[in-house]
């Protein structure tokens, strides 16, 4: 016997939905959209080196760094970014499978998702109430775009493209040297 299960209409309805299925999705203004699973080695040391170093900078007892399949819920629907600092809060639990108070996303766009994280996500990301930055970093040079929130404000994106340049999350109270995360990497 097989169940049918109706597409999801609602974030909430996707969240259930999509738990155990094979493939990368995301739903976005009331529809599911497949993802390609194109990730370069290239890509996963970035987002990996990323990790460590706001682990290793951030107070481990105020923020919880995630990736890799860790949702946030957004005013189109639910996306899910390659890296997400989230503020450690009583509500949060250990069974959820979306962030509750994300401070800060980080993508490192595919050629497939380019468009979509430098356009419709950036609009998205800065409606988050709770965010303080987001950022993309390129897989092919030392290149990081930051978007920040100052208050009510969003400025950027701002380009640091240099080994020598520094990603400062005042927000989070933490900086990061971009040799950090591109030494080593092709």
């Not at 990368?24 to 080695?41: C, I, L, N, S």
């Not at 990790?51 to 629907?77: C, H, M, P, W």
């Not at 996500?121 to 303080?132: A, C, H, P």
Request: aromatic fraction near 10%; glycine fraction near 6%; charge should be negative.
């Amino acid at each position: 016997m097989s169940l049918h299960m109706e597409m999801p209409a609602t974030p909430e309805e996707f969240l259930v939905w999509n738990e155990g299925r094979e493939g990368k999705r995301e739903f976005a203004y009331g529809e599911v959209v497949e993802q390609e699973r194109d990730t370069t080695r290239t890509q996963a040391r970035l987002k990996t080196k990323l990790l460590f170093a706001l682990a290793e900078s951030l107070d481990r007892n105020k923020y919880d760094v995630s990736g890799f399949g860790f949702a946030i819920q957004t005013v189109a629907g639910v996306r899910f970014p390659d890296l997400i600092v989230e503020m450690k809060t009583p509500e949060a639990k250990g069974s959820d499978v979306k962030a509750i108070h994300p401070v800060m996303l980080a993508e490192v766009p595919s050629p497939s998702s380019y468009v979509r994280d430098f356009g419709e996500k950036v609009d998205e990301y800065k409606q988050l109430i709770t965010l303080r930055h987001y950022l993309v970093l390129s897989e092919d040079e030392p290149c990081v775009w930051l978007w920040s929130r100052d208050g009510e404000a969003w400025r950027g994106p701002e380009m640091i493209s240099s080994l020598n340049g520094q990603l400062d999350l005042v927000g989070l109270g933490a900086c990061i040297n971009l040799a950090a995360l591109y030494r080593s990497i092709e």
